[in-house]
């Protein structure tokens, strides 16, 4: 998953710091949440948007190549959800069942950021 790590990287350079990043990938259903800092501001993705730090296709448009490459990528198993936690030096894939429950997933991602 070292192009995710390329992909966060890239994506700083719009002026957003320190991204920190899950992504829950299944073959048929994705969900990519992240924080990052603008301006000394630690924002939730959707909310960069609502606040006016981003355009919103910017955001889509990150959120979608994200997916293609984790689902692209030979660690991605079609059969289970694929969790990634990543952010501009480091890649965790981690799987659970399909059917997992992903709001409790990102819940706990969330209360372990720093």
Excluded: H
């Excluded at 048929?28 to 981003?54: C, L």
């Amino acid at each position: 998953m070292k192009k995710v790590i390329e992909k966060i990287n890239e994506f700083e350079k719009n002026g957003i710091k320190d991204v920190q990043l899950i992504a829950l990938v299944s073959e048929t259903s994705a969900e990519v949440v992240f924080y990052g800092v603008i301006d000394g501001v630690r924002y939730q993705s959707n909310n960069m948007v609502e606040e006016g730090k981003i355009e919103s296709d910017v955001i889509d448009g990150f959120y979608n190549e994200i997916v293609e490459l984790v689902r692209g990528d030979k660690k991605f198993d079609s059969e289970k959800m694929n969790i990634i936690k990543a952010d501009s030096d480091r890649c965790k894939v981690e799987y659970d069942e399909k059917r997992c429950k992903t709001y409790k997933i990102i819940k706990e991602w969330e209360d372990k950021l720093e």
